[in-house]
């Protein structure tokens, strides 16, 4: 049943974040995509079911997965400029994959995996605007909504039943992966060009500064206080951080 419902919820999410991309712009809802719709409820689970130590595992490793999604989103913005959707998402999860193993050995200590998200994303913000797109034409694609909403659903039922199996690292970091802004960045690329997925990205990059905050508070808070207070000051971080990050009305519509 849980497995269920996240995938619910999941497929939830890539539907309305698809939807803002036409009411508040591709980077707004690039940084609502990046909060951390799955990580939280999934973090709050293994807290209840596996304990408070083994959900802030997790949630440093899910701090230190930032650095993938931040690599996974620069690498496909680059590559969608020259290439079709499909090189691209190959090319982002093949660059994210790499990361693998930097992001497995800094989540043995929070200072570590936070500093290596926010370089991670400091470099990829950068460099996505630097090389981000002009405006492109954009269209309407409700089926193409409705099969990555039910693709990305069905995946998360699968990664979420598997994820307390093989360890805390493994169930952070399959938390964080970059289901919903693959998604919606290669439907967007699909429908609108590789303006769109660029733009959708650059906010995205931004919201994963408030992500990397939620998963630090979660793991600082958790113990001391437990773990339903942690997820609420944890929530209240990630969503005041992206502000920073967040466009004015004007850019938002780009």
Do not use: N
């Not at 790499?98 to 950068?126: E, I, K, N, R, T």
């Not at 460099?127 to 995946?155: E, M, N, P, W, Y």
């Not at 699909?190 to 408030?210: D, N, T």
């Amino acid at each position: 049943m849980d497995g269920i419902c996240k995938a619910v919820l999941t497929a939830a999410v890539v539907w309305l974040v698809m939807g803002a991309v036409r009411h508040g712009g591709h980077r707004l809802a690039g940084v609502a995509a990046a909060l951390p719709t799955i990580t939280a409820p999934t973090l709050a689970w293994l807290a209840h079911e596996q304990g408070v130590v083994f959900a802030t595992q997790a949630a440093v490793a899910s701090v230190a997965a930032c650095a993938m999604l931040a690599v996974f989103a620069m690498v496909y913005a680059l590559l969608a400029q020259r290439g079709g959707a499909g090189r691209a998402l190959v090319g982002g999860l093949a660059a994210a994959a790499a990361l693998a193993w930097p992001v497995f050995a800094a989540s043995a200590q929070l200072a570590d995996a936070l500093v290596l998200a926010l370089g991670c994303c400091a470099v990829a913000w950068y460099t996505i605007r630097r090389h981000g797109a002009h405006k492109g034409a954009q269209r309407d694609s409700r089926c193409s909504r409705a099969c990555a909403a039910t693709a990305v659903g069905g995946i998360t039922a699968l990664t979420t039943t598997l994820g307390p199996l093989i360890g805390s690292f493994a169930a952070g970091l399959m938390a964080s992966l970059p289901l919903i802004s693959g998604a919606v960045a290669v439907v967007e690329h699909s429908a609108s060009g590789p303006a769109a997925a660029a733009r959708f990205l650059h906010g995205y990059v931004g919201g994963l500064f408030g992500k990397a905050a939620f998963g630090t508070v979660f793991a600082l808070l958790a113990a001391p206080i437990g773990a339903p207070w942690a997820l609420l000051w944890a929530c209240a971080s990630a969503c005041a951080v992206p502000l920073l990050f967040a466009p004015s009305r004007t850019a938002a519509h780009a």
